[in-house]
């Protein structure tokens, strides 16, 4: 079965440009959508693109760079973002912060370059920072759009985001109850990455009811499940993802917050998010919330499925495999670059490993 | 006339092979030939060879494996090498322990559970130091066979050092020891030294328990076992035809279904 039509990329860019909203270009992958929308723009998720060339945008980094860097760089100078008015970077890793500063100091592309420092270390002043730091956001902000939010403007915008977020974790919590496969699932998951809240609330709600189909179950952990045919690869191969930590999935699971205070509301439920590795979870707490994760959900294995050369990531892997295969949980972990189709050996990897969790 | 009841394919990057097994697992025919580059053809021509030499039972099922496993358009199932190399070293040696696997395009460790499935597995896929090819190509640089390196090793004699652990790189280390006059078994030795410090490296991620097995085309190299076994102070066993273990596995794997 698959799901009704959704509007595409550029179909929800038009219709955002078409309510009066500005398209802000953002890079993977915590930032506070309601503020963005409160001060009139659209989020739109830029992860590469996969098909973009390396080329261009190779020229300003080590060769080690990932690809989200390199091709979102060469996207930027070929002007795939021409109708960004802001592009967000945040510091969500040193490569991250390696491209907002090239950008805004070096290429000055026609968007307002701007920056997000995320705190790391799970520090007492956390959230005084990160408060202090989203108000510095919203003042830029505004300087662009030329004005602030009203109360009912930040109203409005809180409302929609936290009622797409909550249609998110829904769909995380019913996903035994919701008759699609891997692919589809994950195409809804990741529409949130361009449309409108409202949008996506009605993308989620036309994924048929029903039973999800069998598999052995996987944990799937990375940053981007691309190409989306990873998932065909792991259906073919008898396995089915019941449980994420993708960065592009469930670690953006935002916990509310009753905080009455716009900016310290999104503070509260960015710092919430689950275990991350580019948040500086410490490995042994991060274990165990998978392991919890895939007992609660039945996975057998986990997949760890990386962008190559990301840094945060491969801190985790050989201290994630000890503590999980500890745990009973065997790990694999496979590099892509997100240049086109998964070759024949990260394939046989991960059928090898389906096979041994059978 | 024994029935052949059970097909493994193993259609890999240099060799093509099939082993056919009666409904006991034991092996019937066995065929090896180059890969070619149409897989789906040379894959049917070698089934139709052992279908026409052979009685066939009926509902007899085929397992295809290795590198061109999605080509063998006469399989019922497709299994990877790592697990039909496991069952294949299992059903030959009769035991658990931990397999290297040496292929053309990539190695992998496998560490074999009680039951013949793996365990755990490691592959070396990202570069041609460490296969198999590693050694073909710098045989050929040397003027070698391939099939004479092992013997070369194993005798007693100087070694040179190998620094490189890049297959390109070491191709120009060997131009520059053969311009100093050092001696082609010397450079040998340093080369199947390099070879081997990267899979005993892959063994010991693999967290490798006794005894250890080799199987693929490389384990007929005498100097390859050899330099493994002392690395890691262990006896190397070798299964009679190491290089039908995967296509043994997989006719193994078709008669389970
Ligand atoms: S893939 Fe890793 S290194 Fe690259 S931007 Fe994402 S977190 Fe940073």
Redesign the pocket.
Known sequence: MTVTHRPSRSEAIARAEARGQRIAAV??YHYPRALLRAHGFHPVEVWGPPGVPRDEGGRHFQAYT?D??VRATSFLLRGGLERAGVLLVPH??D??QGMGSVAGDFLQPSQHVLTLYLPRAGRPTDREYLVAELRRLSDRLAGIAGGRPTDAGWADALAAEEAADETLAALYRDREALAVGDREFYEVVRSREYLAAEEFVEAAAAVPRGTAPSGIGLLLSG?VPEPMSLFDHLAEAGARVVADDL?AGARRLYPPSDAADPIERLADRLLGSPPDP?RGTPIAARAAALAGRMAAAGAKGMLIYD?A?????LFDVPLLRRHLGDAGYPVAHVEVELGGELGHRVITRIEAFVETLA | MTAIAGIGIDAGSTTCKAVAVDPSGAVVATALEQALPRIADQTAAMLDGLRSAHDVAPGARCVATGYGRRLVECADRRVTEITCHARGVFDDLGRAGTLVDIGGQDSKVIRIGPDGRPADFVMNDKCAAGTGRFLEYTAGRLGLDVADLGGRVAAPGSEEQITSTCTVFAESEIISLLARGAEVDAILKGLHRSLTVRLVAMVRTVGWEPPLMMSGGVARNAGVRAMIGEALDTEVIVPEHPQLTGAHGAALLALEG
């Open positions: 890079l993977p990932c989200i860097v969500t890793c490569a991250l940053i960065a580019t962008v050369f990301c840094e945060p990531e």
